[in-house]
């Protein structure tokens, strides 16, 4: 919001968010503009969806273990309407300090079986930022979900975003990598030391199906990589893409275990589910 202040229609609405979510400066510069709604997670997602009606394009700046109070308003308020609702959705994945209440690590699965909301992640704070811009130009509902961390800097020479397209971060052989959001990194890492072919995915929803066939047809291993569960994860998604075109390479999903996650920094819990 801070990009585009000429922009009227662009405001903010928060459940009681504004310092964890960042918005504090936000709101003291553009108080009319962005709308503390209280410990009220549904009311904040129908109230924007109201707000979207009216023709404005509202971010509802949400946690993500938040955001499941809000199910049932996401999908009928705001999804079955196909209105253009940006979630920013922080605290997805592993938290860290926050604990075991705060580890968002559902919602790209609650989130991918909506119709019609498109589903980003970011792997860096560019991207993020990318994202964000998109998103105004999306006549749809849109999530795009980040974690509790320090956003780190852009890769130079990124491409343009697409929606629904991945971004090639390194050609290899034999094993690709389809990573999905924040640990992108740690793919590049891996793959530098097996020279593997990595892919920033960058959408959940639409999924680049192209890419993902290609990926599966030109490698002997296909590896998806996430913060967040893996039922009803991105790594299910490519599952179900591969096995509905009949593609019968070996797939290795890693995600976070089926189990809630104990307390500890960010680096701790993420090196005990394996995915440091």
Known sequence: LETVPSDPSLVVVTPAMVEGSGLAKLAARHPARCHDVGIAEQHAVTFAAGLACRGLRPI?????????????????????????????????????????????????????????????TPSDGAELRLM?????????????????????????????????????RRRGRGTAILAFGTLVDEALQVAAAIDATVYDMRFVKPLDESTVIAAAASHTLVVTLEENALAGGAGSAINELLVSRGLTVPVLNLGLPDRYLAHGTREQVLADAGLD
């Open 60 to 120: 509802v700046a949400i946690y993500s273990t938040f955001l499941q109070r809000a199910y049932d308003q996401l999908v009928h308020d705001v999804a079955l309407q196909g209105l253009p609702v940006t979630f920013a959705i922080d605290r997805a994945g592993v938290v860290g300090p926050d604990g075991a209440t705060h580890n968002g690590g559902l919602d790209r699965s609650f989130l991918r079986c909506v119709p019609g909301l498109v589903v980003m």
């Open 132 to 168: 964000l811009d998109a998103s105004r130009r999306i006549e749809a509902p849109v999530a795009i979900r980040y974690p509790r961390a320090t956003a780190k800097a852009g890769q130079a020479g990124a491409p343009p975003l697409r929606e629904g397209r991945a971004w090639l």
